[in-house]
């Protein structure tokens, strides 16, 4: 089991910046993939950027070249810089982390973090 815990929302106008943080309570080395997802109301939830263990990322279209997941081995915390932000990245942020525990791969979850982008 993990803990995840989010910080670094909050409100921002468009085309300001926003980081994210998500500590971990284990090593990101027992953490097989992190990554962020984001809610909005009446929207799907959706894969905003992902970090697997061996440093590969992985970003949703709407937000290549402005958004950076990153990594503090040493904090044991994740990151997500935000930088021109849109009235559409209005959300809540949720830190995610796939563990394998045991024969399975196991999805845990933060409290999230209100994002909002005032146009």
């Known amino acids: 089991q993990v803990q995840l815990v989010e910080s670094g929302g909050g409100l921002v106008q468009a085309g300001g910046s926003l980081r994210l943080s998500c500590a971990a309570s284990r090593s990101l080395f027992s953490i097989n993939a992190m990554g962020w997802y984001r809610q909005a109301p009446g929207k799907q939830r959706e894969l905003v950027a992902g970090l697997a263990s061996g440093g590969a990322t992985q970003y949703a279209d709407s937000v290549k070249g402005r958004f950076t997941i990153s990594r503090d081995n040493a904090k044991n915390t994740v990151y997500l810089q935000m930088n021109s932000l849109k009235p559409e990245d209005t959300a809540v942020y949720h830190c995610?982390?796939?563990?394998?525990?045991?024969?399975?791969?196991?999805?845990?979850w933060g409290q999230g973090t209100q994002v909002t982008v005032s146009s």
């Open positions: 995610n982390a796939k563990i394998v525990t045991g024969p399975s791969l196991t999805d845990h």
